[in-house]
């Protein structure tokens, strides 16, 4: 099983960026599907993007063209560029893989982050 650890979150207003990494150790990462998840105070875990293993992309609709998906699988690291940022994004965001093709079902993934927290200031 692969284990996954996020990171770069934090504080950030309105109108900014961040980057969340993605880092997993375990097994060859090469092979995994990886889906971003966010989870907000009092609201079900949602999807976010999701990146295949040769890099296709899927976005949910509130972050397409805003936030974006990248792999290196050289560095076993999954990316989530975030710009344009808004009060609604803020939750914690959580990674997560699969073996297989891209999915957006959180249900279809087996391998889960700890999560990390974005907050986003109006």
């Known amino acids: 099983q692969v284990q996954l650890v996020e990171s770069g979150g934090g504080l950030v207003q309105a109108g900014g960026s961040l980057r969340l990494d993605c880092a997993a150790s375990g097994r060859p990462f090469s092979s995994y599907a990886v889906g971003w998840f966010r989870q907000a105070p009092g609201k079900e875990r949602e999807f976010v993007a999701a990146?295949?293993?040769?890099?296709?992309?899927a976005y949910a609709d509130s972050v397409r063209g805003r936030f974006t998906a990248s792999r290196d699988n050289a560095k076993n690291t999954v990316y989530l560029q975030m710009v344009s940022l808004k009060p609604e994004d803020t939750a914690v965001y959580y990674c997560?893989?699969?073996?297989?093709?891209?999915?957006?079902?959180?249900?279809?993934?087996?391998?889960w982050g700890q999560g990390t927290q974005v907050t986003v200031s109006s």
């Open positions: 990146i295949s293993w040769s890099g296709g992309t």
């Open positions: 997560a893989a699969r073996l297989g093709v891209l999915k957006v079902r959180s249900q279809e993934y087996s391998a």
